[in-house]
């Protein structure tokens, strides 16, 4: 089964913090899993950003709005 300890204290970015390992599992302790359906949208642009999301499986789209065309 994935670790969410064991990628938080493996991944260089949060070692460079020195993060103690104690906070980071209380932290772990918080998050929730979410299973997102094929083609489910998790976010659209413009939406307040109040989540965190890491990919354990699969993959991801990214769609951004082409700055030239306006939208009516």
Do not use: W
């Not at 969410?4 to 949060?14: G, N, Q, R, Y």
């Not at 599992?25 to 949208?41: D, P």
């Amino acid at each position: 089964m994935f670790s969410l300890m064991e990628f938080f204290m493996s991944a260089s970015c949060f070692k460079e913090l020195d993060i103690k390992e104690q906070d980071l599992f209380k932290v772990v302790q918080k998050m929730e899993y979410k299973k997102c359906l094929a083609k489910e949208t998790i976010f659209s642009i413009g939406e307040e950003g109040d989540n965190f999301y890491i990919l354990v499986h699969g993959r991801v789209q990214l769609f951004l709005p082409n700055p030239e065309i306006q939208a009516v």
